[in-house]
């Protein structure tokens, strides 16, 4: 099982980035997925989550309305379309998944991780 994040960079406020998670080595059709995000000295904190379907999505109250998770089955690969980024977006961002119908909301329900991408917002 492997996940790869990747699309983090250094970004303006108020700008735009997309991340993207590839995964491989298990049916991802079958599994739920998530973002998350850890800034320095801070818990891992829950983002954004999919059903396995896509049908369902979920947000934090923090980023509701400026990011927005997608997920291509096809593809095997997920997205978090992100904008009017801000400074306390700041943080490592990981992506996560599970084998579950439902969407999924702690870090301890996630079985595999991927190795996280930086994004950093700053003038």
């Known amino acids: 099982v492997q996940l790869q994040a990747c699309g983090g960079g250094l970004v303006q406020p108020g700008g735009c980035l997309r991340l993207s998670c590839a995964a491989s080595g298990f049916a991802f059709e079958n599994y739920a997925m998530g973002w998350f995000r850890q800034a320095p000295g801070k818990e891992r904190t829950f983002v954004a989550a999919i059903s396995w379907s896509g049908g369902t999505t979920y947000y934090a109250d923090s980023v509701k309305g400026r990011f927005t998770i997608s997920r291509d089955n096809a593809e095997n690969t997920m997205y978090l379309q992100m904008k009017n980024l801000k400074p306390e977006d700041t943080a490592v961002y990981y992506c996560?998944?599970?084998?579950?119908?439902?969407?999924?909301?702690?870090?301890?329900?996630?079985?595999?991780w991927g190795q996280g991408t930086q994004v950093t917002v700053s003038s």
């Open positions: 996560a998944a599970r084998e579950a119908s439902a969407i999924l909301l702690r870090p301890g329900q996630y079985d595999y």
